[in-house]
């Protein structure tokens, strides 16, 4: 028979603190097309501050803030693009390409969001401000596997004798 109500729901919390702030700062593997910017460039995206605009949807979020410089120019043969990758057409400004992105583009990318950060930008808002930080293939892995063991458990509690799930119907 369907409960008709969860007593102790009044007393469950969630903890959202990490999307509360005015900021957000996002991990990134740096790549593929790094040779396509200058170590200035690099310095910039890495060390300033940009801003979400208003242009922010599924597909992905543009972002306003110093120019990135460029070695040899914005455009690239086309290839894939990754959930998360950074892409930096002409004007300097980077482009965030989220879930709904195309699949293929012909801007050089100068990063990729990793996995586990994907969710900080999308529950972000136009006017907040992005700084990136860079971190390892490895690291990025490590925190991928955490956030998978984390969900495991997770699981595993919904599937304890005695708690009736939604998928268990």
Known sequence: APVPGLANLPARRLALNEYE????????????????FTQQGVNTFLGQRY?????????????EGPAIEFAQGADIVSDGIALGAIQVPAHGKPIILLADRQTTGGYAKIATVISVDIPKIAQSRAGHGVEFEQVSVDRARALALDERKWFNRLS??????????????
């Open 156 to 169: 595993a509690r919904w599937r304890r004798p005695g708690i009736r799930s939604f998928f268990s119907r």
């Open 51 to 63: 801003a979400l605009t208003g242009e922010f949807d599924r597909m992905g979020c543009r972002l």
């Open 21 to 36: 702030g005015e900021s957000v700062r996002l991990r990134v593997v740096m790549g593929p097309q790094l040779d396509y």
